[in-house]
Each structure stands twice: as C-alpha cells, then as structure tokens.
Nanobody, 119 residues
Framework: QVQLVESGGGLVQPGGSLRLSCAASGSIFSVDNMAWHRQAPGKEREFVAMITRGSGTNYANSVKGRFAISRDNAKNTVYLQINNLKPEDTAVYYC?????????????WGQGTQVTVSS
C-alpha cells in the first residue's frame, strides 16, 4: 500500500509564502517523476510543476519565478515553495508521483492540501 500525504497548506495574506510538502510511504521500490497540481473552486485541476528523479524541473507559465519545486529522494518527499502568493493561487494543491512497487508502476495522488490567499 502506497500513500502520498501533503502538508503545509493554510491561510496566507497576499505577498506571503508557503512551503508545501508531500511524502510518499509504503512498499516502494523507487519514485520517478513527482509533481504538483492545483484545483481552484469551480475550475479544473491544472498542472503546476514537475520534478524528475534527477531534479530536472518544469513549471506552468503562470507560476514561473514564484514557485520552486524540489525533492529529497532519500525521504521520497517533494516540496513546493510558493512565494509572493496571490489570491488567484487559492486552490487545493495535490501532489502525484510515479511509483514503482512490487505490483508494478503507476501514478499515485495525495488527498490535497488547501491554500487560501486572502487579506
């Protein structure tokens, strides 16, 4: 059984910062790509950022320069540093990871963590 658990969300004023974490646990052989997505109220889930096992990164244009994704392979954990938060960043943030287990390789999703940007 594999679990992804996000943490670090909360209520932040515009211009503030947050660091989200997502830890994968369970019977894991290896974790390949890890990513963050978000879903704002009334909108579809959208891609935010992705990081490979070798720390190559890719970002949505809307977050370039303000968001930074990183990972700790020893801890099977991915992070998302969010700076200069804007009200339009309000969303539930989900992580996912491409994980190899005894049963094979598949993408797992976390349950999400709420980020609310408001004064």
């Amino acid at each position: 059984q594999v679990q992804l658990v996000e943490s670090g969300g909360g209520l932040v004023q515009p211009g503030g910062s947050l660091r989200l974490s997502c830890a994968a646990s369970g019977s894991i052989f290896s974790v390949d790509n890890m990513a963050w997505h978000r879903q704002a109220p009334g909108k579809e889930r959208e891609f935010v950022a992705m990081i490979t096992r070798g720390s190559g990164t890719n970002y949505a244009n809307s977050v370039k320069g303000r968001f930074a994704i990183s990972r700790d392979n020893a801890k099977n954990t991915v992070y998302l540093q969010i700076n200069n938060l804007k009200p339009e960043d309000t969303a539930v943030y989900y992580c996912n990871a491409d994980i190899l287990t005894f049963g094979g390789r598949r993408v797992y999703w976390g349950q999400g963590t709420q980020v609310t940007v408001s004064s």
